[in-house]
């Protein structure tokens, strides 16, 4: 069977089974065992085994669990609603500045719970009725919080840059050093979108009363919020950066600093722990199962000629080696609208990076555009996390068609940043460079 003919009839049964409603991780791990006994007979089922257990028996994968852990607890201790309470007192007396408040308190939670999900639900819970309360557009109060909340998978330390060092066999440490700039940079075109559009419009996001404004006492009382959440980001990233710790232990720190900051708010409850760790449990379980199943899909899919297919592919695209990058670049922005990130990552890093490595580009660049990729994966329709995540918690008036509106213009501004990180690469990759050589 020709690799046209192979990758026709792998990727057809494999979207047939997602629209016949399994999960990811059975369509894949499904399509993967089928075809393996298909094309090579049953004596390569043993295959299946040997990389599951390859995969299993990676050490950076308990990283995985204890950084959901983490924040799981950091969910729990109140710290959020603190965060955004400072930067009510800060911001609110702008116009749109509870808007710009929540991206960077989305911004600095991200950098602390490493995944997406914890950080969008936390700061919907808080920010969203508050802004509403106050006259913010809908739109534009669930669009930042998505987008902000969506920071989570590109900030270090990211459940999904962990995944990927695995993978596409790229230093952690870099991809967490160049995830810095890169969030910063898509926090600033954020924060300054929502400026513009609150100066010209200003119905979008009124700025609080000056008779509702703290004082310069309270001001400086409420930064006492956020000594807890910059000693924990100091003490897991430093420790990776530094190198006393790897982004293994760094986890193991960060659950445990995780747990001191709930003790300090008094949250550090038995209920607390045992439901942070039923929801670890959970996510973690289904972030390997689909990482076991994507490494048995990516084996079978490699063994039959992918790579070659995919350079062809790629090749053929006009512009030269630039022509492949976009090329990878839309393949990844469409895959975004309907699979798992994780699940798109474990698909593509096997035949993408060693293209890209084949076309003389840096690793952690790209590595890093395809993180933004992800990002902007959580927000694009029809099935972008984020937007579930804010429905199951927004009140009634806000419908669906709302946040899908909400989320464009931010959806925007993140292929914006995307085109800015490929056309000046030391954005990415001068604090890496800077610190690892």
């Known amino acids: 069977m020709s690799i046209e003919l192979t990758t026709v009839v792998l990727f057809g049964g494999f979207i047939l089974l997602l629209a016949a409603g399994l999960p990811l991780v059975f369509a894949l791990g499904s399509t993967a065992i089928i075809g393996t006994y298909f094309l090579w007979g049953p004596q390569a089922l043993a295959m299946v085994g040997l990389r599951t257990f390859s995969a299993a028996n990676s050490f950076v994968l308990i990283a995985v669990p204890l950084f959901i852990f983490m924040g799981c607890m950091l969910e729990r ?35 602390m719970v490493g995944v997406s999900g914890a950080s969008t639900v936390t700061m919907a819970v808080v920010a969203l009725p508050s802004m509403l309360e106050r006259g913010y557009d809908k739109r534009l109060a669930v669009g930042c919080i998505a987008a902000g909340g969506a920071l989570g998978v590109l900030i270090p330390p990211s459940v999904v840059m962990i995944v990927l060092g695995l993978y596409a066999n790229v230093s952690i440490g870099a991809l967490f050093l160049g995830g810095i700039p890169a969030g910063a940079l898509l926090m600033l075109l954020f924060i300054a979108y929502i400026a513009v559009a609150c100066r010209l419009d200003p119905s979008l996001g009124p700025a609080v009363p000056p008779d509702q404004r703290a004082g310069w006492a309270e001001r400086l009382a409420s930064l006492k919020a956020v ?31 995780a747990m001191l900051c709930a003790a300090a708010y008094r949250k550090l409850t038995p209920t607390a722990v045992a439901e942070s760790a039923r929801l670890t449990l959970r996510l973690s379980c289904m972030v390997i199962w689909i990482v076991f199943a994507a490494s048995i ?30 090329g990878m670049q839309l393949v990844w922005m469409v895959m975004g609208c309907f699979l798992d990130p994780i699940g798109i990552m474990i698909i593509t890093a096997p035949l993408f990076f060693p293209l890209a490595r084949s076309l003389g580009f840096d690793l952690v660049w790209f590595g890093v555009l395809f993180v933004v990729n992800m990002e902007m994966a959580y927000l694009t329709p029809p099935f972008g996390f984020n937007l579930f995540y804010i429905r199951g918690v927004a009140p009634p008036s806000v419908r669906m068609i709302d946040i899908y509106r909400g989320v464009i213009p931010f959806v925007g501004l993140q292929l914006l940043g995307l085109v800015i990180m490929m056309i000046f690469p030391e954005i990415i990759l001068f604090l890496p460079r800077a610190a690892l050589g």
């Open 297 to 326: 899909f990516t084996a079978l899919y490699t063994a039959v000629g992918a790579q070659g297919l995919v350079r062809e592919a790629l090749g053929a695209l006009p512009g030269g080696r630039w022509g492949a990058m976009i």
């Open 227 to 257: 000594i807890l959440p910059v000693a924990l980001i100091v003490l897991v990233i430093g420790s990776i950066l530094s190198g006393a710790a790897t982004p293994t232990e760094a986890a193991g720190v960060g659950a445990a600093g």
């Open 77 to 111: 201790s109140g710290i959020a609603r603190d965060l955004y309470d400072m930067l009510y007192r800060w911001l609110g007396g702008r116009r749109g500045g509870l808007a710009a408040g929540t991206v960077i308190g989305c911004g600095i939670f991200a950098a």
